[in-house]
């Protein structure tokens, strides 16, 4: 029996390793998004269209927020360990691939186990091929999904099914499905297991801790939460809302093409966590956001037809892409436009081809100079 015929309905057609870059989702079969409550698979009602038409986008706390501390660190129950923790992410969603580009720019492949979900389902995230977490053997073959790995921690659970999940194959149990801090723990406790160790890169560093942390927040609510604030408002037919968060969309880009304009990274001439994590919401923008959230109003970054709107943005999208690009799966960006509502349905997709030529382009001078300040 192939693995379409056993896979919940909703989930995509053939593994993500099938797609080319013209793939079209919106040709899949629909799905409706699901959660966790009480240990159940029930439907989610966050993206309801249903929903009141003055509604506005809130996204819930993460459930499982624990921390994983350094190596031989005593009396505490997570504890960093070659072999002994295992990722859970999606290629098309920025704050899993986030925890992914932070895995593959410290090397920590053999540190950390991942799989990579093909897509979304009626029962949440499906990998169709199975899983290669040693916690689960039975699953191996697949279809695997995501809601295993919640309710094997935790029977009785009530969380959203999302990514990433950073999972402890010793204790069996969810660490922390909190992007942030999934990124945070790989970039500072399991650093020194990288092949580089503490002479290696350093994504957080202590001194920045506080301006990262409070750049960090500006651009999460304006930028990287902000795009889903304009476009989810859509689906439940609320205008206002979609301007209100769009606003603050196009004025993050501002602000953060007049901090790139000055200086080759976020925070000043060092390269961190956050060029990572912020870097993940810009891929995708032209990829996705723009049309299938309706962001087209202050122009593309990259990709147009155009000169870019934001050129700085792209040149230092340019060097960070440079450092993550293995982790980056263009093929999964149009599961955008599966559910959201900001596009014309009959339109063409994004052309991914353009915008992957456009981020591949020779860096400039001054951020080849930029690149090679940062110590791999």
Not at 135 to 145: D, H, I, R, T, V
């Amino acid at each position: 029996m192939s693995l379409r015929k056993t896979a919940a309905v909703g989930a995509p057609p053939n593994g993500r390793l099938e797609w080319p870059l013209t793939v079209d989702p919106r040709q899949w079969d629909a799905f409706s998004r699901h959660t966790l409550e009480a240990g159940r698979v029930v439907e989610d009602s966050l993206l309801q269209k249903s929903k009141p038409s003055n509604d506005t986008f809130k996204r819930p706390p993460s459930q499982f927020d624990a921390w994983v501390h350094p190596p031989e660190t005593l009396g505490v129950e997570f504890v960093a360990e070659p072999g002994r923790y295992h990722l859970f992410v999606a290629g098309v969603c920025p704050w899993a691939s986030g925890a992914r580009a932070v895995r593959l720019a410290l090397e920590l492949d053999s540190v950390v186990t991942m799989d990579i979900a093909d897509g979304q389902s009626n029962a949440g995230w499906c990998f169709l091929s199975g899983t290669t977490c040693a916690s689960f053997p039975e699953k191996q073959a697949g279809p695997f999904y995501l809601h295993e790995v919640y309710t094997a921690s935790t029977p009785d659970c009530t969380t959203r099914i999302t990514v990433p999940v950073l999972w402890d194959t010793k204790l069996r149990k969810v660490v922390s499905n909190n992007s942030w801090s999934i990124m945070k723990m790989l970039a500072t406790s399991f650093r020194p297991l990288s092949p580089g160790g503490p002479r290696g890169l350093e994504l957080y560093p202590p001194a920045l801790a506080a301006k990262i942390e409070e750049e960090h927040t500006l651009i999460s609510h304006g930028l990287l939460n902000g795009v889903y604030r304009a476009g989810i408002p859509l689906t439940y037919g609320n205008d206002a809302a979609h301007r209100a968060a769009s606003t603050e969309v196009y004025a993050t880009l501002r602000r953060l093409e007049s901090c790139l304009a000055d200086q080759p990274f976020i925070v000043g001439d060092r390269f961190t966590l956050l060029d990572i994590r912020v870097a993940m919401t810009v891929l995708r923008y032209d990829a996705a956001y723009l049309d299938a959230f309706a962001l087209g109003e202050a122009g593309h970054i990259l990709g147009g037809t155009e000169t870019s709107a934001f050129p700085a943005v792209r040149d230092w999208c340019r060097v960070v892409y440079t450092i993550v690009r293995r982790s980056v799966e263009w093929p999964a960006f149009p599961q955008y436009f599966r559910w959201t509502a900001g596009h014309d349905p009959a339109s063409a997709l994004p052309d991914l081809a353009a915008i992957i030529a456009d981020v591949e382009q020779p860096l400039s001078p001054s951020r080849a100079h930029a690149l090679l300040n940062i110590h791999l």
